[in-house]
């Protein structure tokens, strides 16, 4: 022990109280490091043993601090998920149908998440423009992508793609499946498609049909229908969007259209064109008068564009668990199955699995259909 250590400091070589000793530096450090092990009587057994207790301690409290550190970034992702407002990117322009689903379920996950949802469209070069950005995105379950068919079809059809569709993506769940129609203006003549299939095949110089850009599900639809029925002589006339390959149909510009069924629905209820055919597996529940393509003759003729959400790779699973779970619970919601059908979509509600079980058969289905169609690669 010290005790009484004021004194010690105190004393001078003169031996005078009170007065310190005028020491150099180095003796003055000499002094003190000598009064100290005077004081305390260190062995050097001693301080070999305290010099090692110290540095347990230190690194003791060294681990302490990396395993509490490491603690706090192991808490799930979901505790505080969200934080802040989370974006759906639609790799397409406003008002078409994937913009239209994607507002729906940003505004009912909005209300069960406690957080902003909002809508962003990215469109341009087939989707891959806004497909591309989500892969990029960082992987923290902000930024999503409301993914549709364009995500399978076009590793097909273009030589290079901004991601891969099995590597750069994890898919939180599948929403919904919007099937296709045929539809004709109702003076035509042809009451089905077989019977649209004899005119066009007597008038091949008379017939067109108008699709949305190339590579969407309704114009390699029209491929397959083309080569299955020796069709290859009626033109097919492209267009930016589904509206305005409607608007050729209803303007006499074309004599058959092809395309989604949300846009045409309004038309098809009011009489002002006539559905053909669908391309769905069953009727339509509030237009039971058009049949199928499978029952119009046509054998595993099917066709849908279907919706999903995905997050960019190495997105924490639990924040994709959060994700799934939120929106299939909406999706179970018998309103939002009833806005959704009146919007022309089918409720499927799958689970991330099912999804991508559905991409790994599509890919090279649509492959295939651009090879045999002998559409160039974009």
């Not at 070589?13 to 490091?33: I, L, M, N, Q, T």
């Not at 490491?70 to 008002?95: D, F, H, M, S, W």
């Not at 049949?291 to 046509?298: I, R, S, V």
Request: with cysteine; aromatic share 6%; hydrophobic share 45%.
């Amino acid at each position: 022990m010290l005790g009484g250590g004021s004194g010690l400091l105190d004393h001078d070589d003169e031996g005078v109280s009170g007065r310190r000793p005028k020491w150099s530096g180095r003796e003055a450090r000499s002094a003190r490091y000598a009064i100290l092990g005077q004081s305390i009587h260190l062995t050097d057994e001693d301080r070999m043993t305290r010099m090692a207790g110290a540095m347990t301690r230190r690194r003791f409290a060294a681990a302490s601090a990396m395993a509490f550190g490491a603690l706090v970034r192991a808490r799930p992702a979901q505790a505080a998920y969200p934080e802040r407002p989370i974006k759906i990117v639609v790799a397409n322009t406003p008002g078409g149908p994937s913009d239209i689903i994607a507002r729906i379920m940003a505004a009912t996950m909005q209300e069960a998440m406690g957080a902003t949802v909002f809508v962003e469209n990215k469109g341009g070069a087939g989707g891959n423009i806004g497909m591309g950005s989500v892969a990029r995105a960082e992987p923290d379950g902000y930024t999503i992508l409301l993914s549709t068919s364009a995500y399978a079809v076009n590793p097909g059809l273009y030589q290079t793609l901004p991601y891969d569709p099995f590597n750069d993506f994890t898919a939180i769940c599948e929403l919904a499946v919007s099937p296709h129609v045929f539809a004709v203006k109702p003076d035509l003549g042809a009451a089905t498609m077989k019977e649209f299939v004899a005119l066009a095949k007597a008038n091949p110089d008379k017939f067109n049909v108008s699709t949305p850009p190339i590579g969407t599900t309704p114009q390699l639809q029209v491929e397959v229908l083309k080569l299955r029925e020796g069709l290859q002589g009626m033109a097919t006339v492209v267009f930016a969007g589904g509206g305005d390959a409607l608007k050729a149909l209803l303007s006499g510009t074309v004599q058959l259209s092809s395309g989604v069924l949300a846009p045409a629905h309004p038309h098809l209820k009011a009489g002002t064109i006539k559905g053909l055919a669908l391309t769905g597996r069953t009727r339509w529940n509030d237009l039971p008068d058009i049949p199928t393509m499978l029952e119009a003759g046509y054998p595993d003729f099917v066709f849908e564009t279907y919706t999903a959400l995905m997050a960019p790779a190495k997105t924490p699973p639990e924040i994709v668990a959060r994700l799934e779970q939120v929106v299939l619970e909406i999706l179970r919601r018998p309103e939002i199955r009833e806005r959704l059908t009146q919007s022309g979509f089918e409720v499927t509600a799958k689970s991330g699995k099912e999804h991508m079980a559905r991409v790994a058969r599509e890919v090279p289905m649509f492959a295939d259909i651009i090879a045999r169609a002998d559409i160039k690669k974009l």
